[in-house]
């Protein structure tokens, strides 16, 4: 009987890791690059904050924000991701070249970038409909964010007016790091 019980729960936590590792199974092709990558095979095990960003917003100063953020918890697992938009008032109306080199040299943004996508609701990317699903909302505005856990599950979303280090961000962000 113990044998059938013991079994019953290793697939039960088997089948909720898969359920979790799912939200990171998708592929996506780095900013202005022909290179594709796995969400789960490239930062699985990370904790991963995932923006959807513009260059001509109010928000655009919060890249500077990010990439302190990629950088000071970095070494400990901490991995910004960010996913440009032009969804909200074209704010990101230029080719991924452009996108780039804005992101380099004005905020020296080196957190990972990827393809410009479509994250608002009826058309955006499997990849926000899993987020949103999981948040119980898509983005608002563009820098809403996403934090995931190490094992790849959902924690919780910020607003777009959430500043990279506001107190609650941080917090969580710490949490899941195991700081």
Request: glycine letters at 8%.
């Amino acid at each position: 009987m113990r044998t059938i019980i013991g079994a019953l729960i290793f697939l039960a936590t088997a089948a909720t890791i898969a359920a979790d590792t799912d939200l990171l199974d998708q592929d996506f092709r780095r900013l202005a690059s022909e290179e594709t990558i796995n969400l789960g095979a490239e930062y699985g095990g990370k904790v991963l904050l995932v923006v959807n960003t513009a260059s001509k917003c109010g928000n655009t100063p919060q890249y500077d924000g990010l990439e302190k953020l990629y950088q000071q918890y970095g070494d400990d697992g901490l991995v910004v991701l960010g996913f440009p938009s032009n969804d909200f008032f074209g704010q990101e109306p230029g080719t991924e070249e452009e996108i780039q080199t804005f992101c380099r040299l004005t905020y020296k943004v080196r957190f990972p970038m990827f393809e410009k996508v479509t994250v608002k609701k009826d058309d955006a990317h499997p990849f926000f409909d899993r987020l949103a699903v999981e948040a119980g909302t898509y983005p608002t505005w563009n820098f809403h964010k996403y934090l995931i856990g190490r094992d790849g599950s959902f924690i919780r979303e910020f607003s777009p007016g959430t500043q990279p280090y506001d107190e609650s961000l941080v917090a969580e962000i710490e949490a899941a790091l195991g700081s």
